[in-house]
């Protein structure tokens, strides 16, 4: 028996473009299956970028409860809670099964864009000759926009939804930081049940960089035009990159403290070891160097007590622009030598906010495995890119520990290290 203050891991709930659920999860993970597909949730068929890490089979009445409540759900709301209820079976829970007051929720989030049906109508009513009237816009509105429509694009509407459902009265936060969101919300649970203040904590994430707002709103500056092929257009760390795939996907942890979870005889996945979080405050004006990351792998790899060779793998951000997979991989290099690293983004995209939980369940699933995922589309390396990838295969052998990292342009950076039990 450990510490009882350690935190342990002891539910995993997925949903991806290359599977719902844990095991589809892992299963195409391990056989280098990838979700990435010409994408149908709408017409878009006036985008230069057509494809992404879409989910073909996602049926939102499988998993939400009260089903009213989709009326005020947007698909990542819907996906987050989908996770969430994923978890807590894969723990063994039910609502009601944990004391309420002694339970919480934090999830990671984007902001989340209006859906173009919602705001059509209201539009077509707003143009005179030709012309956008915003006093017709202001009456419109009125009549045509359901009254609680704003709750579907609150960023902190996956946690709420969750604690009601689940009726978790223990805190409550939701993260809206970019690319880091959901790894910092696991970061962020772990900390508030060593505080004290909760046994158990479901931390997750969600994003959908598919929505046609949102691609139009971010353009296709960093995307990979890669359409002759489009399974082959996430290849972080290859020479022959050429930009990210979007996606949308959510994941979810069950964190407990060790105590807890022993006491209800849970199942342990992993353990949560250490977590930092470092940021460039210059980033956004000068560019990215990468010193946050480095800073934030080193001080979760000293805060576990592991030398730089104790560490199995490394979980990379990867998200297969030029810039940022070089400037990720410098780092990683730097602070931890030949470290095998692999790359889930190259399975099924950049998943926004909920890319970080979705990736940390990749290795939480191969530590209890013996293994590590390999990396899709990694055939030429790149000498910028000075990191040893995992490819091709699932790598054995490897200490059951890992470091997850992800990284943001403006300069944020995380790092989480975990091992199996």
């Known amino acids: 028996m450990g510490n009882p203050r350690d935190i342990v891991m002891t539910g995993v709930g997925v949903v991806s473009p290359i599977g719902i659920g844990s095991e589809p999860f892992w299963e195409s993970l391990a056989a280098g299956r990838s979700g990435i597909r010409l994408v149908d949730l709408f017409d878009s068929s006036s985008l230069r970028v057509r494809f992404g890490g879409q989910i073909p089979d996602f049926d939102a009445k499988q998993y939400v409860r009260p089903r009213k409540s989709l009326k005020v759900m947007s698909r990542e709301t819907q996906l987050g809670f989908a996770a969430a209820d994923l978890a807590m079976t894969d723990a063994g829970l039910t609502a009601g099964s944990l004391d309420p007051e002694r339970f919480g929720v934090v999830y990671g989030s984007d902001m989340i864009y209006a859906d173009l049906e919602d705001l059509a109508e209201t539009y077509r009513r707003s143009v005179l000759d030709g012309q956008f009237d915003f006093q017709l816009w202001s009456e419109a509105i009125q009549e045509e926009l359901h009254p609680l429509w704003l709750l579907k694009h609150l960023p902190n509407m996956a946690a709420s939804h969750i604690a009601i459902a689940y009726d978790a009265r223990g805190p409550n936060n939701s993260i809206v930081l970019g690319d880091v969101s959901s790894l910092l919300a696991v970061a962020?649970?772990?900390?508030?049940?060593?505080?004290?203040?909760?046994?158990?904590?479901?931390?997750?994430?969600?994003?959908?960089?598919?929505?046609?707002?949102?691609?139009?709103?971010?353009?296709?500056?960093?995307?990979?035009?890669?359409?002759?092929?489009?399974?082959?257009?996430?290849?972080?760390?290859?020479?022959?990159?050429?930009?990210?795939v979007n996606g949308e996907g959510a994941g979810a942890i069950l964190l407990e403290s060790r105590e807890h979870a022993e006491r209800r005889g849970a199942t342990i996945r992993a353990e949560f070891v250490a977590a930092a979080a470092r940021c460039e405050s210059r980033a956004r004006r000068d560019g990215l160097t990468g010193s946050s990351l480095r800073q934030a792998i080193r001080s979760v790899v000293t805060a576990a007590g592991w030398r730089p060779e104790e560490v199995g793998h490394v979980n990379a951000h990867g998200v297969s622009t030029v810039e940022m997979d070089r400037v990720e991989a410098q780092a990683i290099a730097v602070e931890l030598g030949a470290v095998p690293v692999t790359a889930a983004k190259?399975?099924?995209?950049?998943?926004?906010?909920?890319?970080?939980?979705?990736?940390?369940?990749?290795?939480?699933?191969?530590?209890?495995?013996?293994?590590?995922?390999?990396?899709?589309?990694?055939?030429?390396?790149?000498?910028?890119?000075?990191?040893?990838?995992?490819?091709?295969?699932?790598?054995?052998?490897?200490?059951?520990?890992?470091?997850?990292?992800?990284?943001?342009?403006?300069?944020?950076?995380?790092?989480?290290?975990?091992?199996?039990?």
């Open 188 to 244: 962020e649970a772990a900390d508030v049940i060593r505080r004290g203040w909760a046994d158990a904590m479901l931390a997750g994430g969600t994003g959908c960089r598919l929505h046609p707002t949102a691609l139009v709103a971010r353009g296709d500056a960093l995307l990979s035009h890669r359409a002759d092929d489009e399974r082959a257009a996430s290849r972080p760390f290859d020479r022959d990159r050429d930009g990210l």
């Open 346 to 421: 190259s399975s099924f995209g950049h998943l926004g906010a909920g890319g970080g939980v979705v990736e940390l369940a990749a290795s939480i699933l191969g530590l209890e495995r013996g293994l590590v995922p390999p990396t899709l589309n990694y055939e030429t390396p790149d000498p910028e890119c000075p990191v040893n990838v995992v490819c091709r295969s699932p790598l054995a052998g490897r200490p059951a520990t890992a470091v997850k990292v992800n990284l943001c342009s403006t300069g944020q950076a995380v790092a989480v290290a975990i091992r199996s039990d």
